[in-house]
């Protein structure tokens, strides 16, 4: 694609943005969230971290050539250009960017031990909105990202549901058993 087709697109969750290796612009998340996996050397994807609404993604393709991650969407996403427009200045918003990805790549790291549940929980609080809503990535991707089984993941969703912590409601676009109220035990929402 080149500078002047380059538009937001949107894109829907398990659908590819780019493939590690491969070339590109650089995007910024505008809404959703999406799963970065590196390739291990015997070419399986393997987890290696998020990026939400405000990220950019695959800005080392422009310094470096080729994108050092494969990315796909977890839940629906909106991603526009970045540079953002002609003779947009990157650096700023790239700072901006790396500063709150340096955050959440502790964030993360912490996501992959301790309690189940205090994992799941506190996943739910990197990925909900200021209303306390969220859409939640299928059970397998947050098995992946919390480094724990698919089936314990189905159980503390479902305990977070019977205790009130997770209140299924109905949010546009985005399939039914995917959208939550989160009421975050002791504490408000994000």
């Not at 971290?49 to 994108?67: H, K, N, P, Q, R």
């Not at 427009?85 to 964030?107: C, H, M, N």
């Not at 996501?111 to 996943?123: E, S």
């Amino acid at each position: 694609m080149t500078t002047t087709e380059r538009r937001a697109i949107t894109v829907g969750p398990g659908d590819r943005i780019f493939q590690a290796g491969g070339d590109g612009p650089g995007w910024r998340v505008r809404r959703g969230v999406v799963r970065l996996d590196s390739i291990t050397p015997a070419g399986h994807a393997a987890f290696a971290s998020l990026a939400i609404s405000g990220d950019i993604l695959g800005c080392e393709a422009m310094l470096s050539g080729s994108y050092a991650f494969s990315a796909t969407a977890l839940t629906q996403c909106e991603l526009s250009p970045w540079p953002e427009g002609p003779g947009a200045v990157a650096g700023e918003s790239l700072l901006k960017s790396l500063a709150t990805a340096q955050r959440r790549a502790a964030d993360i790291v912490a996501l992959r031990g301790g309690q189940a549940i205090d994992r799941v929980i506190g996943l739910l609080r990197l990925l909900a909105d200021q209303a306390g809503r969220v859409v939640l990535p299928a059970r397998g991707d947050i098995a992946d990202i919390t480094n724990l089984r698919f089936e314990t993941i189905s159980r503390v969703i479902k305990g977070l549901e019977r205790s009130g912590v997770l209140a299924a409601i109905s949010i546009d676009g985005v399939r039914a058993t995917r959208g939550y109220a989160v009421s975050f035990p002791g504490a408000a929402a994000p």
